[in-house]
């Protein structure tokens, strides 16, 4: 059974189409790749499956059930994480409380699922602090190196710096790991590695392979077609707000439409790598 | 239902002036995105420069005006260029802060000069009346009219002909596009508050001679009538801020006629509140917007708080608690008791805007709901003091949240207006349930402090049991945000987005914030109601709610030293310069501006 499915969804706004009936499906395990130039729809779509924007039309299946036009709290405590294309932190939150706090949803011994007194129960024992509280800090805690560990000396280092301070690779490492503290089923990254450099680019293409390794099933929106064919198990191609490929990064890499799609004409691309033409004399 | 007319025509003048008003605030949030809050003080400036012209100069109408509009127009762009734009950089509710900060020095200085009484403006148009059904309409209401409709016009022609309105209308839309078009976005600014203060003077001017009365403190309903008339049409919206004035000035007058004068405000409050709950975006639109991208919407400077070591706090706690026994000058007790309730309403306000990031302007608010309640629990019910005060303190807790939670969906400086209409609301509803409160008359012979029975009437005793709840109440404030709590409304407040990407419910933080925040308020108001044994709708006003913002910040946003800090600050300090006591309110109103534009991040820094 397929983890997440995407079928005929849409979406506008006013008169622009920015998703138009499209359908996909994401298997366990899998790592998917979504690319396309610049305003196909991919983080309209990624917004459309984590719950901060609604389908007008069609529907989106996680684990079988209906998640479409939830809102970004439930998704996230069904096991959604994301990050995001500019990369939000929290900036004045030093790493450790950014990375915490992405397992807040994992929090059992002080957030119990009371009805109605809920959240006077968690005021009440996040005053008094029992033991069962404060282990469960504590573990979270040791979850939290943990994950950083993840990224070698890049993060520990600076574990109680405020995300502000951070290089902006680092900031961008610190959202994945927030990310993994949601223990999440499945991970959706947008442009992981906008802005980066060719040496960080590669080491997070290390991490993102390590995740994978790990069985982690990640829905991936790059623009790097090195990293895409490197990592992918299957590419999807958006333009316009429409699937125009889909499959095997090297069947994907010579479909004549995602050619067309990216660089314009496909004899342009061909005459790019050919010796320039003679002016004809008029 | 010949009457029905009367109001109408009445309504619809009233709904004019608003729009003078309400136009003005709708350019300068359209061009720069700003809240300006010293908008109601420069119409208040134009009534007043209006009187100089006719009660001591006597000039004609016509040079008045001009006069009115001119000074206004300068007095707008001194505010534009010496208040708002060293604050560019800065994060979006930082000049709304400077605006309010704007607003106290000038109210305070007009009534330092001119004294708070209110004066009479006479209007120097002649005195016919015209018959319409059954009521009749002066030259001044036509006048007004007239003066609204060819503003209207005017405006519009500017905005829609010439070179410089378009300049304005692109910085509107696109200020950093504009920029790149050679547009000189700083003289756009410059222009636009020059019409919008021109616009405010000219209404305060016709306000004053239509109801024959000034007097300092009349900008500030102006301002609020403004944004509830620029809200209901949409903010930014030039159209339907004069659509959404027109619309207030007509409820209002039908509300009046079925209802009296005193219910006046209630009517633009409850408006505001409507419009903010249910069409954030305006009457006229049915946008859903996606959140913008992050580092908008909240004050908080990043810094590194300074600590305290634990000795320290403990060793001042003692110095405090020593006081009355070495110091025995009662007038020091009490203005330490006055910092310690002060400090309490410090702390409740820390945690909502600096920990929570939401910004609250209503907080007076909180503290009437604890005063009336524990005094009226103690009066009318015989609950002994204790217990009445701490049921205030709960109270409070639940009835602030729920008044609040309409505005939970709201970001940023909307949140402020908010609850500044929920403030206001709170106390106008104080004044007219008479049944409950005692209306104007307010609430007497409220019974003293109380401790096993045994009555605290002398300074010392208060004292103490202030500074035990405030010392009570910090502790609990920072036992609750630390760890998971802490965090979580941290997280709120940094980036609401990523927030609920990651579970956190945003309604469910929100009202667990203002639930203790209410509780640590309703305890002080509890508190200074027995010790003051009088209180009416007047004693918790903005001006409270504006103090305790300044306090806040200057101790830094989210650190509990120092609220404290910041309330025995500027609770204390004037003090010392007693003679200085006309120029406190404008001190307050000198000392945030400075804080907001050089120390945004406090004393002791945002935690």
């Given at each position: ?65 209906s ?49 109605l ?7 009440a ?14 573990r ?6 943990e ?136 | 239902?010949?009457?029905f ?51 001591a ?35 979006r ?14 109210d ?8 708070p ?9 002649p ?19 007239a ?7 005017l ?23 504009a ?32 109801y ?12 609020l ?64 917007k ?46 330490l ?59 409070t ?21 908010a ?10 509803v ?70 609920r990407?990651?579970g ?21 108001g ?32 989210g ?6 800090l ?42």
């Open positions: 059974m397929s983890l997440l499915e995407i079928v005929n969804v849409t979406r506008s706004f006013g008169g622009l189409t920015a998703v138009d009936g499209v359908s996909l499906t994401v298997a366990p395990g899998e790592l998917v790749s979504v690319i396309g130039p610049n305003g196909a729809g991919k983080t309209t779509l990624f917004n459309l499956i984590t719950g901060l924007d609604a389908p007008d039309a069609g529907e989106i299946r996680f684990e079988g059930r998640i479409g036009g939830l809102p970004p709290e439930r998704l996230a405590a069904l096991g959604l994480a994301r990050t995001f294309q500019h990369g939000r932190v929290f900036a004045n939150l030093s790493v450790l409380d950014n990375v915490l706090l992405g397992a807040h949803t994992r929090l059992r011994a002080v957030r119990p699922q009371v009805p007194v809920g959240p006077l129960v968690e005021l024992l996040a005053l008094v602090r029992p033991a069962s509280v404060r282990a469960e800090e504590q979270l805690r040791d979850e939290a190196r994950i950083l560990t993840l990224f070698g000396e890049r993060l520990l280092p600076r574990i109680d710096q405020p995300a502000y301070s951070l290089s902006y690779a680092n900031r961008r490492r610190v959202e994945i790991a927030r990310a993994l503290a949601l223990r999440p089923r499945l991970l959706l990254l947008d442009e992981p590695t906008a802005g980066m450099n060719p040496s960080e680019t590669a080491e997070m293409l290390e991490i993102i392979r390590a995740l994978k390794a790990r069985g982690l099933t990640i829905l991936l929106i790059e623009h790097k077609l090195e990293l895409v064919m490197e990592l992918s198990d299957r590419v999807v191609v958006m333009d316009d707000g429409r699937v125009i490929a889909e499959g095997a990064p090297e069947l994907v890499r010579n479909d004549p439409a995602v050619i067309e799609a990216y660089l314009g004409h496909s004899t342009i691309g061909e005459a790019a790598d050919a010796a320039p033409r003679e002016l004809e004399a008029v | 239902m010949n009457s007319l009367d109001h109408t025509i009445n309504g619809l003048i009233i709904g004019n002036i608003y729009a003078l008003v309400a136009v003005g605030l709708a350019l300068i949030f359209g061009v720069s995105n700003l809240i300006n809050f010293a908008h109601g003080s420069v119409y208040m400036v134009g009534a007043y420069i209006g009187w100089v012209c006719v009660a100069l006597g000039t004609p109408l016509p040079l008045t005006l001009a006069t009115v509009m001119a000074g206004c127009a300068v007095l707008g762009v001194a505010i534009e260029r010496l208040g708002l734009r060293p604050l560019q950089g800065a994060p509710i930082a000049p709304l802060l400077a605006t309010i900060g704007i607003s106290f020095v000038l305070q200085l007009v009534q330092l000069i001119f004294s009484d209110p004066r009479s403006l006479p209007s120097q148009l005195s016919w009346r015209l018959q319409v059904g059954s009521g009749s309409i002066g030259a001044l209401d036509l006048f007004v009219a003066a609204g409709i060819a503003s209207a016009a405006l519009y022609a500017f905005l829609r002909f010439t070179r410089l309105g378009a300049a304005v209308r692109a910085t509107a839309q696109d200020r950093d596009a920029l790149q078009m050679g547009v000189d976005v700083n003289r756009v600014n410059q222009v636009v508050f020059a019409i919008a203060s021109a616009l405010g003077g000219l209404s305060g001017v016709l306000v004053g001679m239509y024959n009365n000034i007097f300092p403190a009349m900008g500030f309903q102006a301002t009538k403004g944004f509830v008339a620029q809200l209901v049409g949409g903010a930014g919206n030039v159209p339907g801020a004069i659509a959404g004035s027109l619309l207030l000035g007509l409820i209002e007058s039908y509300g009046i006629a079925i209802l009296g004068t005193s219910y006046r405000n209630l009517f633009a409050f409850i408006i505001l509140m409507a419009v903010l709950a249910w069409r954030p975006n305006g009457l006229f639109s049915a946008g859903r996606l959140p913008p991208e992050p580092l908008t919407g909240t004050f908080v400077a990043p810094s590194r708080p300074l600590s305290v070591p634990r000795w320290a706090l403990a060793a001042a706690v003692g110095a405090a608690l020593i006081l009355p026994l070495v110091w025995r000058d009662s007038y020091v007790v009490q203005t008791t006055n910092a310690w309730l002060y400090g309490m309403l410090a702390l409740s306000l820390t945690l909502v805007a600096g920990t929570a990031g939401q910004m609250s302007l209503g907080h007076a608010g909180l503290l009437a709901i604890g005063g009336y309640a524990s005094a009226l629990l103690a009066l009318d019910l015989g609950v002994p003091v204790p217990l009445a005060v701490l049921l205030a303190g709960l109270i807790a639940a009835l602030g949240t729920l008044l609040v939670f309409p505005a939970f969906r709201l970001r940023g400086h909307y949140i402020a207006i609850t500044l209409a929920i403030g206001e609301i709170v106390n106008l104080i004044l007219n349930w008479e049944g409950l409160t005692r209306g104007p008359i307010g609430v007497a012979g409220i019974p003293p402090l109380e401790l096993f029975g045994q009555p605290l009437v002398d300074a010392a005793s208060v004292y103490w049991v202030a500074l035990a709840v405030m010392v009570g109440l910090a502790l609990l404030q920072w036992r609750l945000t630390q760890f998971h709590l802490g965090r979580t409304l941290r997280a709120i407040r940094e980036d609401d987005v990523a927030a990407a990651f956190i419910s945003l309604n469910r933080y929100k009202g667990l914030a203002f639930a203790v925040s209410g509780f640590a308020a309703g305890l002080s509890a508190i200074t109601a027995h010790m003051y044994s009088y209180i009416n709708h007047e004693t918790f006003n903005t001006q409270i709610s504006v103090l305790a913002l300044t306090m806040v910040i200057l101790g830094g946003l650190n509990i030293v120092g609220a404290i910041g309330a025995v600050a500027l609770i204390g300090l004037p003090e010392l310069f007693r003679g200085l006591a006309e120029y406190r309110m404008l001190v307050y109103g000198l000392v945030l501006l400075l804080l907001v534009r050089f120390r945004p991040q406090g004393v002791m820094g945002t935690v």
